[in-house]
């Protein structure tokens, strides 16, 4: 019976990794569908106030965007991080509901897989890399988004010299914005030419940029934003408006390159100094494994390896607030 039950855990274990495994390529093909659902979200035609942006239909939410039961729970569990938001703005095509799922594959089979294969002294390790492994779609989704913003901030410049130009060509802004949607690529282009067709559909110029500025959290594009804004309340020359951004956006981004260098040999010692621990402990369990197990089996080794644990964090949070300056 034993036996029986321990093939059961294995194979629930190894069908839960190949679904979440799974969903990593089964992505999401109705492109049509999400590009309308971008286009007509928070206010496709709406030029109203906060009341009418706070009512919600069918119309302007499509079924595919109300939120599941799945993430209807995590909403309320979560209130503070929009999981969804976070996801579009990696630009990774996969659903929320498959995220979550992803997620719990990962962790629930890996946690599986190791309780059955590890003896029962390390029973306790089967949760702790599953968790761990449940981690990695996170992971990478920050990854991915880290490297889209990234790259979104150091084409802007360009993009505004490129609406500069039109604009002192005789051209109006959602034709310099088109421009821009048609001539930069991704990640810049299609977030610009979203914005453009968004107010076609109705929207204003102004609430275009304002949703643009939700989708892509930039601090530059904020500021591109605000100018626009007053120059249509004030008036004044947009275009030179436009040039003295881009040339502060340039100054701020040589700034950060100065300082990721005077910063480069603090970063390099923090890395060691975080990955020398457990590499000595991967060395050590190699040439003597009964010592380095008195920490898993003694009392007096749990409590060193949750200091050694709680060390390392404040740690890799001490030297990452040294290294971080903010430009």
Not at 86 to 105: K, P
Not at 142 to 163: E, I, S, V
Request: overall charge positive; hydrophobic content about 50%.
């Amino acid at each position: 019976m034993g036996t029986y039950i321990i093939i059961g855990l294995i194979t629930l274990g190894v069908a839960g990794a190949i679904f979440a495994v799974s969903l990593i390529f089964m992505g999401d093909n109705e492109k049509l569908d999400d590009r309308l659902a971008n286009l007509t979200r928070n206010g496709g035609r709406g030029t109203g106030g906060p009341a009418e942006a706070a009512q919600s239909s069918i119309l302007r939410t499509p079924l595919e965007e109300a939120p599941n039961i799945i993430e209807s729970q995590m909403q309320l569990l979560i209130k503070t991080f929009n999981l969804r938001k976070f996801i579009e703005q990696s630009n990774v095509d996969i659903s929320v509901a498959n995220f979550i799922l992803m997620t719990l594959g990962l962790g629930v089979g890996v946690s599986v897989i190791a309780c059955v294969m590890l003896p029962a002294k390390l029973i306790w390790a089967g949760p702790l890399a599953g968790g761990l492994l449940a981690t990695f779609p996170y992971i990478y989704i920050w990854f991915k988004r880290g490297r889209r913003l990234k790259r979104f901030a150091t084409q802007l410049p360009q993009a505004l010299d490129l609406m500069a130009q039109a604009l002192r060509a005789g051209q109006s802004l959602p034709a310099g914005i088109q421009l821009v949607g048609q001539q930069v690529p991704d990640p810049l282009g299609p977030e610009f030419h979203t914005a453009y067709e968004q107010q076609n559909l109705g929207s204003t110029i102004v609430d275009s940029l304002e949703q643009m500025c939700t989708r892509v959290p930039d601090l530059d594009l904020r500021f591109f934003a605000t100018a626009v804004m007053l120059q249509r309340q004030t008036g004044g020359d947009l275009a030179e408006i436009l040039d003295k951004i881009g040339k502060l956006i340039r100054e701020r981004m040589q700034i950060k390159g100065m300082i990721q260098a005077l910063t480069g040999e603090g970063r390099i010692s923090g890395a060691v100094l975080l990955a020398m621990p457990p590499i000595l402990f991967l060395v050590m369990l190699k040439l003597n494994y009964k010592y380095v197990m008195k920490l898993f089996e003694e009392p007096m080794g749990h409590q060193m390896l949750a200091v050694a644990i709680v060390m390392q964090v404040v740690g890799a949070l001490w030297i990452k607030k040294i290294i971080n300056i903010k430009v």
